[in-house]
Each structure stands twice: as C-alpha cells, then as structure tokens.
C-alpha cells in the first residue's frame, strides 16, 4: 500500500498554494507591467509546467524584481519569490550584457569612480553623457547615478579611526556595503558615532566584498556565490573573535543571511545568528537593559518610515521603528506598504524605467501627502530612488540616531556601566 | 518588546480588536503572518442569514434560538445589538460606509447571480430587500472584455430567474487592452489599479453610457475603488442611469479596501502591525500567557499584559486538521472537534458540514480553555471560534467583529 506523505517535500513550499490569488494583489510588477505574468503564475502555477518540462520556462520572469512582497502577503507560506529567481537560474538561456555586469558590480565600477569621483559625478550628470548610457548602455538616461564620494569610507576610517576602536570594552564588526564605501561614507561614520556612545568598538572584516545582491538580479550567480563565500570566511573569523557582524542595510543583510542559503547554496551556518542589522542590536541591547541612550533635549524631527521591501521580509522594521519611537522628540508616522520601484539596479535599466517609476507613484504620492522633515528607510536603493522621486531627503534610522543622541551623556550613561559589569 | 495587549491574526477580527484598543490609547501590536480571508469580501458582512434552514430577518432576535455554544449566545442578543452599532460606527471611521442594520437583514447578490442575507453592505453594491426579488425590471450587466474572474453567465440566469430582464453588453476599452496581454492576470485587484486613473473612470463611463440601452439600472463587477470610493463615486456620477457593484470572486477588489482601511487606520492610531511573521509559540505558565515568540524577531519575546488569539480556521491555519485530530496549532487549545474523523464530514460538500463548526472552546468571557482550565489573560476571538458555521448560518464576519469588539470591552 502506499505511504501517505503527511509533510511537504517541496523547495520553497511550493505545493502548499490554495490558488488563493492573494500574492497578485501585492506584486508591484504585475500591476503596472502586463507582460509580466505576476507572482502566482510565475512563481507555483509555472512550476507545476517547469517541472514537467523546462520549456515551459517564460523568459518574462526576468522582471520579477525579486522584492518579496508576494511572499510576505502569502498566507499559506509559499515562497514564490524563492521560487521564480531559482526557475530563472536553472532555466536561464540569455547572458548578462555588458551594462548588466557593469550595475551589479558594484565593488568595481565603485573603485573606479571614487579614483575619479569629482570628474565621475560631473560627467554622470551631463546630458550627452546620460544620452550615450541610454543608447548605448541602455541605462535609463532619467536616473540620476547616486553620487560618488572622493573618500572612501575604509580609508576614512583608517585615517579617523581604527586606532581608538581597541579601547572598548566590547567589539563588533561592520560590514559597510558598497554604498556606504563608495556613495555615502557619512552613515558609516555615523554608525561609528552611535557604537562607540554605547561602548562597542567598531572593526572592518578582513576582506569585504558587496553582498551580491545586484549580481544575483543580473543572472551572475557564480560572482555572486563567490564573493559570498569570502565574505562569510571573513565574517566566521570575525564571530571567531566574539564580535557579531553588523551592517546598515536591510537589503546586504537580507542577501547574506537569507539568499545565500536559499539562492546560491551558500553555508552560512554559525554566520546567519551573529549577522544582524545595527538597528536590531541596538534595539535588543536596550530592551535587555544593557545599554541607555540620553537624547539632545532640543531634538525635533517629523519621519515617514518606509519599511523597504527586503526589510519587510526580514519582518525587521519594528526593530527600526521602535528604536526611532524611542527618541522623544521624534514624531513618526509609518508610510503604507509600498514598493518604491527602484529595488536595486532594476531602474537603473532603461527598459525598467517606465515600470519602475509607476511602481513608486503612490509612495511618492503618500510621502509628499505627509510632509516629513525626511523619510528614514533601512535600504540604500531606495533612498535614491525616494530622493530622485520625491521632495524628500532620505535618512537611515542609524544616522537619525546619532544626530538625536546626546554623544558625550550616552558615553557616560554606558561607561559607568561597564564599570558596574566588570565590579 | 512590552504591550498593554498582543493580538496574534491580522485579519478582520484582529483589527477590529486592535481599533478598538488602539482608540483607547492602549500600545497594542498585532503579528499577522501574511495576509487574511479579508480579501475573499465581496462587500457585504453577515451577522447571522440562517437558523435551523430559514432565512433570519432580524439577527438579533433570531440570536434567542442559538445554542449556548454559540458565541453571540454567551455575550447576549442586547450585547450584541449595541456591539453590532459599534461595529458599524467603526467601519465608518476607517472610511467604510455602509448601509444595512441589524435588526433587519437585507440581500446581497452573489456573484453566481443569487442572494444571501446580509447585515452591512459597503454603499454603492447592489442589494435588494427581498431574497426573490430585484427592485429592476431591465438591467444591463456589463461584461470587461477578457475578465476571467467573472462568472457572467451564472450572474445573467439567477438575476434572470427572480424576473429581471437582463443584457450583458461587452465592453472593451483601450485603457485594458494592455491588460488583455496577460490573460492570467486580469483579476478585480488588477483592473481597480488601471480604473485608479480618472481618464480610464471617463472611458469606462463613456463605454457604459453607449451601451446600456434602456435598462433601469446598470450592474457591474466591483473593479473599482481598491484604495477608496472615489473612484466609484467618479463612475456613478458620469453614468446617466443608476449604477450599481457586484461582487466578484476573490481576490476582492471591496475586501482588499476593507483591509487596507482597517490597516491604515490602526497604524495612525499607533497600533503596531507586523505584517509576514508567524507567532510560532506562546509560552505560558500555569493559567497564563507569558510570551509570544514568532519567525522574524527570533530571540525576542513579545509580551503583553493580554494576549487576543485571533488567527482564524483552517484556511488561515488558526486550525488544523491531520488523519487524526483536529488541532489548535499554537498553543494547544481544546477544540471541540471530536477525534472520530468519520464525524467530520458528510455527503454534500456545500451542505451542513460538521467541520465547520469546529474551532476552540472558551468560557462565556472567551478565554480559551487549555486542558479543561481557561488561560485567565488570553482570549479568543472570530473565525478560531468554535460553535458557530459561516457557510451554513451567515455568521462569519459577524462572529469575527462581534467577538473582537466585545473582548476590546472585556481588556481593561
Ligand atoms: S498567495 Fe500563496 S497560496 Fe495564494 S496563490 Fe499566491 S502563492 Fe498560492
Ligand atoms: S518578488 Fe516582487 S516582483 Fe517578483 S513576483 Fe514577487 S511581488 Fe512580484
Ligand atoms: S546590497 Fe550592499 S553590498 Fe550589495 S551592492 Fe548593495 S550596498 Fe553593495
């Protein structure tokens, strides 16, 4: 008699779908784009036929942009998301163009420009210049191309400070990404501002590469799986030494704690506990009591928080938001659940341009509507796109932070309690 | 994490219940793994359609003849009319108006073309107040060129068979052709996005206003208004005749609005929603709750002064059911399904069946029992009830917004 199979053996829990329907409502793609046939198609439906034959594999897939907001709506777990990039990667038949590898990689085209970043920035912005990356690299000639800064934040902050990081009491190491190394060192030296106050000291891994996020939207899965690795060496080495791994952005430590695993086949076992965002450590310090934060009485800020698509699967931005509510003259309002259209280097292609701007138009909408002083968000991509799109300059809750804390009380308020721990 | 009070479920009666406290000033969180049957409204809440096989007029009397296991019996038919006030007052606060009381049903139209009783519909949907009867003589039933998810010829013959002429015009219009590309996806949520535009509202009009001939009233699927009724209002007032919404099937153009309005609403009232986590254990100690633990927060704990268990039957996973038991997956709860699983069904999957029925058991003030004793700071409120059937007796959205209204009254 056969056995009857009480759980599920699928990948990605692909045979728990009821056909609900329900991940089309929030698929950002299929709303704006026909030619994309929309999460539950793409995702359970189309696999049942891939499985049977890979012919049935749709080249359209490629515009899923992978923001996962079908699987956080899914009531039934499926991970559908999971499902159409692993599809993409198995059945793919088309080769990353040269623009596609110049956007994912971001560690190379980032040293290149900082070598060179005031005459990058200056030719980025000109007119024939974006017209001759419309045509001929078929990068959107509306974007404006984040800025690159002349220093990079790794040798900012050797020259500023490494040397002083030994003289705490307890450590951690920082993966930066590359926008903040190459486009905004600033929330780097404000996370430092904001760990040194409550007494850890801050190391950079011995070897950082991006995380691979953009390479993984571009088909390049063996740079991506590459690179992972040396980052998850360097980062054991790291937890080896008793300092969790900490990153400001919801979008690398989505990447390296979830896609790795799922996607590209990465081990990251003994990593995935001790990688974690700065906002969530330093949240759960407080909720423990371990660490006190004192505020500039003066302090006074209006945030729209946009909870980013990644950050919202990680189910993290309470982590965010709560510590945000914690300080006393911030008042902030949450922004309804809206892709901002740029996810990545998805926007950055001119054949992306139309959909991703229709996708972002009713956060755009809804953040003009509420009059923030700024936007705070815990992804990057989105600050560009939300800054490109809106009126609105855009904070990471990190640099809100620092700007909000009193530095020399909070110091105080945690050396006396190390001092208290150690007696 | 610390709130006055953790509702687990972010459906409608999690809401409901989270509004209500929220309103107070109380810090409430709510932890909803992905997203609710909510979507499934085509329009219309029920308070209760049916008892014992006949259609119920007036809900609140008809409670008097409801076994002690149902849930409006244990807060009591005069409870219930003020709640059902409430519940009312409520949706009209998030920005849902409807029409409908609950001391008189009305019917709504399903989308198979028949009619169900109904206590609340969203304004705007065609109603009736007789369950044979239209208030038309002709009606034009409009048809979206390439709309799947519309099953217009059912609709056409039930409204046909209560004495209604009716005509189902095609229309086709340039604003979906676009759509038409991906045949798969043109569901209700998809064409209210492309009728979000005004011009796309005018073209539809203009469409409608050619080809609804001399019908008294004009009918069509409610694929409008995902984010409000503007857009609804918009086509009302550019079609010369009275027009009107129908449901259709999910995903549900009027429940997704539901929801989001709910949603929103509770957030501005600074309700903390945690949107796609899973509570995947609730520790207690003795008769109460101490923790929540879910998915996403890993080691962190949430805790709570109270605790709302409001995460639904067996669609949602609020129940479940293996070869042998039917069980409440997270904490354990009694249910008062019984083990013998030939009992669970009968012949006639549309029919009375006992499954239905089953959710978990509480005491009159809803705390849920675990192993005979009741979980003194823990309640249970709508679809993970048990003693009530939605399919059979018209009580679903009822039980879900009674019950959560009438634990926000119990929670100090
Ligand atoms: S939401 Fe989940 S269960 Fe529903 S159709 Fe999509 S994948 Fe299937
Ligand atoms: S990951 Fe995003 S873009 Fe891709 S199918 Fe899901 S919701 Fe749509
Ligand atoms: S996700 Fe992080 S590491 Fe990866 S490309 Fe972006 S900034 Fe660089």
């Known amino acids: ?423 | 994490m610390k709130f006055d009070t953790l509702i687990v479920g972010g459906g409608l009666s999690g809401l409901t219940c989270g509004i209500a406290l929220a309103k107070r000033g109380k810090r409430v969180a709510i932890v909803a793994g992905g997203q609710n049957t909510l979507h499934f409204y085509g329009g219309s809440m029920e308070l209760l359609g049916n008892v014992n096989g006949k259609d119920v007029d007036n809900p609140i009397e008809a409670i008097a003849q409801l076994n002690e296991n149902h849930p409006y019996s244990k807060i009591g038919a005069d409870s219930v009319a003020e709640l059902a006030k409430k519940a009312k007052a409520l949706l009209a606060d998030v920005g849902i108006q409807t029409i409908g009381d609950a001391t008189h049903n009305h019917y709504r139209i399903t989308p198979m073309g028949t009619t169900k009783p109904a206590w609340l519909t969203i304004d705007g949907m065609a109603t009736s107040d007789k369950a044979d009867q239209l208030p038309w003589n002709k009606v034009s039933l409009v048809y979206l060129e390439g709309f799947i998810d519309y099953p217009i010829d059912f609709a056409a013959n039930g409204i046909r068979q209560m004495g209604v002429q009716v005509e189902t015009p095609t229309i086709s219009l340039d604003c979906l052709k676009r759509a038409r590309r991906s045949a798969t996806e043109m569901r209700p949520t998809n064409l209210a996005k492309i009728f979000a535009s005004t011009s796309a509202v005018a073209q539809l009009a203009q469409a409608i206003n050619n080809s609804c001939g001399d019908a008294d009233a004009v009918l069509i699927p409610a694929v409008l208004g995902i984010d409000n009724d503007d857009v609804c209002n918009m086509l009302k007032a550019q079609v010369n005749k009275p027009l009107f919404f129908l449901a259709t099937l999910p995903p549900a153009v009027t429940g997704v609005r539901i929801n989001a309005a709910l949603r929103h609403y509770f957030q501005m009232l600074g309700g903390r929603y945690i949107l796609g986590d899973t509570a995947c254990k609730v520790v207690t100690n003795g008769d109460t709750v101490t923790e929540i633990r879910t998915t996403k927060l890993l080691d962190m704990p949430l805790q709570a002064d109270n605790y709302v268990i409001a995460t639904g039957s067996f669609m949602s996973r609020g129940l479940v059911a293996d070869f042998e038991h039917v069980y409440e997956p997270l904490i354990g709860l009694d249910t008062n399904a019984p083990d013998d699983h030939e009992k669970w069904s009968q012949y006639g999957m549309m029919g009375d069946q006992p499954y239905m029925s089953y959710g978990v058991m509480t005491d009159g003030n809803f705390h849920p029992l675990k192993d005979g004793k009741t979980l003194t700071n823990a309640f249970a409120i709508g679809q993970i009830l048990g003693g009530h059937n939605p399919v059979v007796m018209g009580d679903g959205t009822g039980v879900s917004m009674i019950t959560a209204l009438a634990v926000a009254n119990q929670i100090k």
């Open chain 1, 1 to 423: 008699m056969a056995t009857t199979q009480l759980t599920s053996i699928s990948d990605h829990n692909f045979e728990q779908c009821l056909k609900c329907s329900i991940c089309t409502v929030y698929c950002p793609v299929a709303a704006v784009n026909p030619a994309y046939p929309g999460p539950k198609q793409a995702g359970p439906d189309g696999e049942r036929y891939r499985l049977k034959d890979p012919k049935f594999f749709d080249e359209a897939l490629k515009l899923c942009l992978n923001c996962k907001r079908c699987e956080v709506a899914c009531p039934s777990d499926v991970r559908i998301g999971d499902l159409i990039q692993q599809a993409r990667m198995k059945h793919k038949s088309y080769r990353p163009k040269m623009r596609d590898m110049m956007l994912a990689s971001t560690d190379l085209v980032g040293t290149m420009a900082t070598m060179v970043a005031p005459i990058t920035n200056f030719t980025l912005g000109l007119k024939p210049v974006k017209a001759v990356m419309h045509g001929v690299m078929a990068i959107d000639k509306h974007r404006t191309f984040p800025a690159y800064s002349q220093q990079k934040f790794e040798a900012w902050f050797n020259k500023n400070a490494r040397d002083y990081q030994n003289t705490f009491a307890k450590h951690v190491s920082y993966f930066h990404g590359c926008y903040v190394n190459y486009n905004f060192p600033q929330l780097g030296k404000d996370f430092v501002t904001v760990m040194n106050a409550v007494g850890y000291g801050v190391h950079l891994l011995e070897k950082e590469k991006c995380c691979g996020v953009a390479m993984i939207a571009n088909g390049m899965y063996n740079q991506a799986r590459k690179q992972g690795e040396v980052n998850m060496a360097s980062m054991r080495k790291s937890i080896d030494q008793q300092r969790p791994v900490l990153t400001t952005s919801s979008t690398c430590t989505f990447t390296m704690r979830d896609e790795y695993p799922e996607l590209l086949g990465i081990n990251n076992d003994g990593v995935r506990d001790n990688l974690s965002l700065a906002t969530r450590f330093l949240f759960q310090l407080v909720d423990e009591g371990k660490i006190k934060l004192a505020f500039r009485p003066e302090f006074k800020m209006r945030i729209a928080y946009h909870t980013a698509c990644h950050m919202q699967r990680m189910g993290w931005a309470i982590y965010s938001t709560e510590l945000l509510r914690m300080i006393p003259g911030l008042e902030l309002i949450e922004l309804d659940q809206n892709c901002c259209g740029i996810s990545g280097t998805y926007g950055f292609k001119k054949e992306n341009y139309e959909t991703s701007q229709a996708i972002g138009e009713t956060l755009f909408a809804d953040i003009e509507a509420a009059k923030p002083d700024y936007v705070s968000t815990d992804c990057e991509t989105c600050k560009w796109q939300i800054e490109m799109s809106t009126s609105v300059k855009v904070l990471n809750p990190i640099s809100i932070l620092a700007q909000a804390l009193d530095i020399d009380a909070t110091r105080r308020l945690n050396s006396s309690e190390w001092h208290r721990m150690d007696a």
